[in-house]
């Protein structure tokens, strides 16, 4: 029998919208190994690897008169061509031509009548390498019963043997009677699932008149010259484009931090987050004064022993932190930043990054899916912006036999948030994703700039033989740390 979308997916379902689409994505940069890297590879290594994610061949099938939540059911006309695209960039391509079609790509919805994924091989970039886009719908990735598609595709060695496709045939698509007589199967079950149902479709009338007041709303707004104010610069109606903006760090620096002043690498980001978001906000001349704080949600991994080690979706919980963007010392807002994260350590529950990391077959995607999924079921919360870490392996990853040098996550964009950070700590590196609303947040190199000196401003704090940089005196930053 085909599986039921839980209630709990059905409500991220509802959220996407034109203007809002719910995939996660993470963009990847390669160096070509021996074999060479290209389209064709990536669609092989795909066609090879996708029988362990058999979510990534199915797709919604609707049941009639709403009277259960969709089933998942096997498409008939799969067609990994559709899903596995290539494009290209003008020879040799810069990192900034790279980030601005990857933003129109994450811009487009994903087609709901086909399995809720799509693949982007880029060529075309200097030197020769080639990035990889993979986008796929937060419904697809729960970390218990499907993990992320960039989970399976990378491996420890350049020269791991092909396991050759599959024979894959997809199960029949039910018959409308025969999904009707599941539904009401389902309903004689479990009491539960009537509820389930009865909520989905109330919440679905809502949400659609909700959209009709706030539709008339904005147009009243507009006679009269007035916009909506949002509660903070991070806030607001949004567009229905997106620019991204990626910063390459050193985990060196972090880890050097993390010993002076006695915290974690965790800690250092999210202060490094902090100073990156105040300098920024002092470019716009904000009143700081008004904007003491940004709540943020951070996902935090947990430890729970009672569960399978492989329920990951099961193991991310929401962690609120006041991020202090009012205050003017770098060492104070780490410390500030650490103590709020006192309760989680304390707990017991909190998973160490080496643990993390660990993890058999790990990769970050899945996680900062999981982190993105948190992030939406914690909306009624009203924080301001989502910064999700990931600490990935210190070493290097391959997709069939080219080196992964670059992971740059990509997180959705909740409705009403104007910003949302993805970090992922990989093979000496920290890589930051932010993803911003187009319209709302026109400067975003400007915030990614800020990051990087928010980060130097961390390392002088805790060099004992590096001079301090003079005040009101910009340092170079090294070209790796430059934000693209």
């Given at each position: 029998?085909?599986?039921?979308?839980?209630?709990?997916?059905?409500?991220?379902?509802?959220?996407?919208?034109?203007?809002?689409?719910?995939?996660?994505?993470?963009?990847?940069?390669?160096?070509?190994?021996?074999?060479?890297?290209?389209?064709?590879?990536?669609?092989?290594?795909?066609?090879?690897?996708?029988?362990?994610?058999?979510?990534?061949?199915?797709?919604?099938?609707?049941?009639?008169?709403?009277?259960?939540?969709?089933?998942?059911?096997?498409?008939?006309?799969?067609?990994?061509?559709?899903?596995?695209?290539?494009?290209?960039?003008?020879?040799?391509?810069?990192?900034?031509?790279?980030?601005?079609?990857?933003?129109?790509?994450?811009?487009?919805?994903?087609?709901?009548?086909?399995?809720?994924?799509?693949?982007?091989?880029?060529?075309?970039?200097?030197?020769?390498?080639?990035?990889?886009?993979?986008?796929?719908?937060?419904?697809?990735?729960?970390?218990?019963?499907?993990?992320?598609?960039?989970?399976?595709?990378?491996?420890?060695?350049?020269?791991?043997?092909?396991?050759?496709?599959?024979?894959?045939?997809?199960?029949?698509?039910?018959?409308?009677?025969?999904?009707?007589?599941?539904?009401?199967?389902?309903?004689?079950?479990?009491?539960?699932?009537?509820?389930?149902?009865?909520?989905?479709?109330?919440?679905?009338?809502?949400?659609?008149?909700?959209?009709?007041?706030?539709?008339?709303?904005?147009?009243?707004?507009?006679?009269?010259?007035?916009?909506?104010?949002?509660?903070?610069?991070?806030?607001?109606?949004l567009s229905q484009q997106r620019?991204?903006?990626?910063?390459?760090?050193?985990?060196?620096?972090?880890?050097?931090?993390?010993?002076?002043?006695?915290t974690t690498v965790n800690?250092?980001?999210?202060?490094?987050?902090?100073?990156?978001?105040?300098?920024?906000?002092?470019?716009?001349?904000?009143?700081?004064?008004?904007?003491?704080?940004?709540?943020?949600?951070?996902?935090?991994?947990?430890?729970?022993?009672?569960?399978?080690?492989?329920?990951?979706?099961?193991?991310?919980?929401?962690?609120?932190?006041?991020?202090?963007?009012?205050?003017?010392?770098?060492?104070?807002?780490?410390?500030?930043?650490?103590?709020?994260?006192?309760?989680?350590?304390?707990?017991?529950?909190?998973?160490?990054?080496?643990?993390?990391?660990?993890?058999?077959?790990?990769?970050?995607?899945?996680?900062?899916?999981?982190?993105?999924?948190?992030?939406?079921?914690?909306?009624?919360?009203?924080?301001?912006?989502?910064?999700?870490?990931?600490?990935?392996?210190?070493?290097?990853?391959?997709?069939?036999?080219?080196?992964?040098?670059?992971?740059?996550?990509?997180?959705?964009?909740?409705?009403?948030?104007?910003?949302?950070?993805?970090?992922?700590?990989?093979?000496?590196?920290?890589?930051?994703?932010?993803?911003?609303?187009?319209?709302?947040?026109?400067?975003?190199?400007?915030?990614?700039?800020?990051?990087?000196?928010?980060?130097?401003?961390?390392?002088?704090?805790?060099?004992?033989?590096?001079?301090?940089?003079?005040?009101?005196?910009?340092?170079?930053?090294?070209?790796?740390?430059?934000?693209?």
């Open positions: 029998m085909s599986e039921r979308l839980r209630p709990r997916d059905l409500a991220f379902l509802a959220t996407d919208s034109p203007s809002t689409p719910m995939h996660n994505a993470t963009l990847e940069v390669f160096e070509p190994g021996k074999r060479g890297f290209d389209y064709a590879s990536v669609v092989d290594l795909i066609a090879e690897r996708i029988a362990y994610v058999p979510r990534y061949r199915q797709r919604l099938q609707a049941v009639p008169g709403r009277l259960a939540n969709p089933v998942w059911v096997d498409d008939q006309e799969f067609d990994l061509s559709y899903h596995v695209r290539r494009s290209a960039l003008p020879r040799p391509g810069t990192m900034d031509q790279l980030l601005e079609l990857a933003a129109r790509i994450v811009s487009r919805p994903l087609d709901r009548h086909r399995p809720l994924w799509e693949v982007y091989v880029i060529e075309g970039l200097a030197e020769g390498r080639v990035a990889v886009l993979a986008k796929s719908h937060q419904i697809l990735v729960d970390g218990i019963q499907t993990v992320d598609l960039g989970q399976v595709m990378l491996d420890v060695s350049p020269d791991q043997e092909p396991l050759g496709r599959d024979e894959w045939r997809p199960e029949r698509t039910p018959t409308s009677a025969s999904l009707v007589l599941g539904a009401i199967a389902d309903s004689l079950d479990s009491p539960a699932t009537v509820l389930s149902t009865t909520r989905s479709n109330l919440g679905s009338f809502l949400r659609t008149a909700d959209s009709a007041v706030n539709r008339v709303g904005q147009v009243a707004s507009a006679l009269s010259n007035r916009r909506p104010t949002p509660e903070s610069p991070v806030n607001g109606p620019r991204l903006v990626t910063v390459a760090t050193d985990l060196a620096d972090y880890r050097r931090i993390r010993r002076v002043h006695g800690d250092v980001v999210l202060a490094t987050v902090t100073g990156g978001l105040r300098g920024w906000l002092m470019t716009r001349d904000e009143a700081l004064y008004g904007i003491r704080r940004l709540r943020a949600i951070v996902p935090m991994s947990v430890i729970d022993d009672e569960l399978e080690p492989t329920s990951l979706g099961t193991q991310v919980t929401g962690h609120e932190v006041n991020l202090p963007v009012g205050e003017p010392s770098a060492v104070v807002r780490l410390l500030q930043v650490s103590h709020s994260f006192h309760g989680h350590k304390e707990t017991g529950r909190a998973v160490g990054a080496e643990r993390l990391a660990g993890i058999a077959g790990f990769a970050p995607t899945t996680f900062h899916a999981l982190g993105s999924r948190v992030a939406g079921a914690e909306l009624r919360r009203g924080f301001h912006l989502s910064v999700t870490n990931v600490p990935g392996p210190q070493f290097p990853l391959y997709a069939a036999g080219a080196r992964m040098l670059e992971s740059y996550p990509v997180h959705p964009l909740l409705p009403g948030h104007a910003v949302a950070i993805g970090v992922t700590s990989y093979d000496g590196q920290v890589f930051y994703g932010i993803t911003v609303d187009r319209d709302l947040i026109p400067d975003a190199d400007v915030l990614g700039q800020c990051l990087v000196e928010a980060l130097e401003e961390l390392s002088d704090s805790a060099s004992d033989t590096r001079p301090r940089a003079p005040r009101g005196r910009k340092k170079q930053s090294p070209d790796r740390r430059k934000p693209r």
